[in-house]
Structure formats: structure tokens, C-alpha cells
């Protein structure tokens, strides 16, 4: 079955950089665009970056521009999310999705941004 395992969140200070995996199995991983998706507290979960097939691009949402990169390995069936410059608001539950005949979540990895 589909399964995505994110990990790699943690406290990190203002300013800090971390990185995001998401392990993915259950599916041909290089025909699925794979997306990241955050929920803060108190509010909607929220696209953060998609990166597409067949080098079709990637998108990021305008609040994680220039800080995120999101980039993935149709080898390791994984894709990252490599973020810096982080902010108190990016603290959130990071979420990595999939669209396999039916929308698939990961259980999220948390990310505090904390001095």
C-alpha cells in the first residue's frame, strides 16, 4: 500500500536551516508529483512546494519562496525539503502528500522555530 514517511523536523533557532525527507514505497514514486504541505496551529493545512514528473518543474507557495527547495529522487523513491532562513511562522506539522487514485498523507514531521 501507499506508504510516506516524513522526517527530519526539530527545534531550530531564527534563521536556521533544516532538511525534510519524505520515504516514499507503494507506488511508482517517478510518475507522482509529490507535494509538501504544513499546518500550523490553529490554522489549514497549506501548500508549501509540489515538484512535478518528466523535469515538469516545481512550484512553491510565495511564503517559502527563495528560503525552500524542494527536490526529489526517482532512485531513492524519496523527496526533500530543504529549508533555511526559517522564520517563527514556519513553525508547523510538515506533511508530504501523493495523489495514488486517492489523496495520501504522511503522518507529518514537527518543525519549531523557536530562539
Known amino acids: 500500500q501507499v506508504q510516506l514517511v516524513e522526517s527530519g523536523g526539530g527545534l531550530v533557532q531564527p534563521g536556521g536551516s533544516l532538511r525534510l525527507s519524505c520515504a516514499a514505497s507503494g507506488f511508482s514514486f517517478s510518475s507522482t508529483a509529490m507535494s509538501w504541505y504544513r499546518q500550523a496551529p490553529g490554522k489549514e493545512r497549506e501548500l508549501v512546494a509540489t515538484?512535478?514528473?518528466?523535469?515538469?518543474?516545481?512550484y512553491y507557495a510565495d511564503f517559502v519562496k527563495g528560503r525552500f527547495t524542494i527536490s526529489r529522487d526517482n532512485v531513492k523513491n524519496t523527496v526533500l525539503l530543504q529549508m533555511k532562513s526559517l522564520k517563527l511562522e514556519d513553525t508547523a506539522v510538515y506533511y508530504c502528500r501523493a495523489w495514488v487514485g486517492d489523496l495520501h498523507w504522511g503522518k507529518g514531521t514537527l518543525v519549531t522555530v523557536s530562539a
Open positions: 515538484t512535478y514528473i518528466d523535469d515538469g518543474g516545481t
